[in-house]
């Protein structure tokens, strides 16, 4: 006969994550808690358990708020129960749904130093990648976000090749990348705008050198024509600017039409 603390684990572990589809059984690798006789619960596993079923109750309806008081009870006041270490992963998951992304990617941080060899750490460093994803704006302001984005999703890649993260992590480094590509150009743009053409033929040399398959290339190679042939453009620049927001991401697959039927794009 299975433990109430037990039972309380085996439906926590029934409900799939909202998002990208290859999250949804991120929690499969969770283990099941013998309350150690095999009958009765510990009072203090029981009450963690209890507040974990709980958490997961208010975290599966996406009342992310609630979910995140009972994961930090567990954590407070149960800190070496079993629980805990679930409590910890979900807390970081709260606070990235809730779109605290550098809250959720101190605790996804935090949880890798803590566990370095737990099997969910590749669902822990795709997620570090997300909070910095997730932090991109625009193209006109701070970049650091697609820069760390990169960092985080190559880091993930190299680590773990061939985890269920690998082909969501590989296009959202070109997405970044291609956002990066074109505040290059972006740059480039306002200093023709500015009329430092100058700089402007810099820019566009540099980025047609390093990333000559982006999409941006082809319109940056038209603008570097005109201003090496001493005829920039004087009006109608807006046409001349970039798409100011991330790309949409691609995907890439033996087989592209079963993939994105089955882990679908957003």
Not at 86 to 109: M, N, P, S, V, W
Not at 123 to 142: A, E
Not at 254 to 259: A, L, V
């Amino acid at each position: 006969m299975r433990s109430i603390a037990q039972l309380l684990f085996l439906l926590m572990l029934l409900p799939a994550l909202s998002g990208c589809s290859s999250m949804k059984d991120t929690f499969s690798f969770l283990p099941f808690v013998d309350a150690g006789d095999g009958e009765t619960a510990l009072p203090d596993q029981q009450a963690a358990a209890n507040l974990l079923a709980e958490g997961m109750e208010y975290y599966n309806v996406g009342d992310y708020y609630e979910a995140l008081q009972a994961f930090n009870q567990i954590l407070d006041q149960y800190p070496f129960s079993p629980q805990a270490v679930i409590a910890e992963l979900r807390a970081a998951d709260c606070h990235f749904y809730r779109g605290e992304y550098l809250e959720a990617k101190t605790l996804y941080q935090e949880f890798e130093e803590r566990h370095p060899t737990h099997t969910a750490i590749p669902y822990v460093m795709f997620q570090i990648g997300m909070c910095d994803f997730k932090r991109v704006d625009r193209i006109d302001r701070d970049i650091t976000g697609a820069q760390d984005a990169i960092r985080d999703f190559s880091k993930l890649l190299r680590s773990y090749p061939n985890s269920p993260y690998t082909e969501e992590a590989r296009a959202h480094i070109a997405a970044a990348k291609e956002f990066l590509v074109n505040h290059e150009y972006f740059v480039a743009v306002f200093y023709v705008r500015t009329e430092k053409y100058d700089q402007a033929i810099h820019r566009l040399k540099y980025l047609l050198r390093m990333y000559p398959e982006s999409a941006i290339a082809p319109k940056a190679k038209a603008l570097l024509t005109r201003l090496e042939a001493g005829d920039p453009p004087k009006w109608g620049l807006r046409r001349w600017l970039p798409d100011l927001k991330m790309p949409e991401l691609k995907f890439w697959g033996d087989d592209d039409d079963k993939r994105a039927a089955g882990q679908g794009q957003k």
